[in-house]
């Protein structure tokens, strides 16, 4: 089974911290991408990543930017915390393209104060 | 502008009682559409791909089809445990999937 895990389930931050949401992925999947999700609208785009050191912005990137230094693992990294960033954060992966199920992990729920 | 569409909102059933959900669609070029399932406070798990009109797929009381404009998600003689909210995606030309804003169903014993 694919299984992707994310640093935390919780986390609770200051207006203008700096933030790290961490994900890693044990198949080898060369796609990763990160979303926010909340209620009533649908997952969100933030970034992905289709190999190493390889980033294409999504449809919200403003905020936020990406780190990918290893195949397995994909970081979301908020430079300095808004209260509008309060949000489920999700991570996916998935094969190349052709192959494109996404598998997703469990989420982080981050409330910024 | 590529667009999902998803009806209801929200769902309540009686167990047993079955019904669909509803997944409209408005990309150029459909490669795929994705169904999830999502309990509160997890994330999405994935169900079902379609890939072309015609096609269907099932999985346990669970049963999608397609067409040229939309999909649906058939749910027969629901349990209690099928409460979730299903969401659908649809693939269009690049890496990115299109998300619908769910349907949050629940089935009462």
């Known amino acids: 089974d694919v299984k992707v895990t994310q640093s935390s389930r919780y986390l609770v931050k200051r207006t203008g911290e700096k933030v790290f949401l961490e994900c890693v992925q044990d198949m080898d999947h060369e796609n990763m991408f990160w979303y926010r999700q909340d209620p009533g609208l649908g997952l969100r785009l933030i970034y992905f990543s289709y190999d190493v050191k390889m980033k294409e912005k999504g449809d919200i990137p403003e905020g936020y930017s990406v780190s990918r230094e290893k195949k397995e693992r994909f970081s979301l990294i908020l430079e300095s915390a808004s209260t509008n960033q309060t949000s489920m954060y999700l991570c996916a992966s998935s094969l190349p393209q052709g192959q494109e199920t996404q598998y997703f992990g469990p989420g982080t729920r981050l409330l910024v104060l | 502008e590529d667009q999902v569409t998803q009806s209801p909102e929200a769902l309540r059933l009686q167990e047993g009682e079955s019904s669909s959900l509803n997944c409209s669609y408005t990309?150029?070029?459909?490669?795929?559409l994705f169904w999830y399932r999502q309990d509160p406070g997890k994330g999405p798990e994935f169900l079902f791909t379609?890939?072309?009109?015609?096609e269907e797929k099932e999985k346990e009381r669970l049963k999608a089809t397609l067409t040229k404009k939309e999909s649906f998600l058939h749910i027969t003689a629901p349990k209690p445990e099928d409460s979730a909210t299903y969401l659908c995606?649809?693939?269009?030309?690049?890496?990115?999937?299109?998300w619908g804003a769910g349907t949050k169903l629940i089935i009462k014993p």
């Open positions: 379609l890939y072309s009109a015609g």
């Open positions: 995606a649809v693939q269009a030309r690049s890496y990115q999937l299109i």
């Open positions: 990309v150029s070029g459909l490669r795929g």
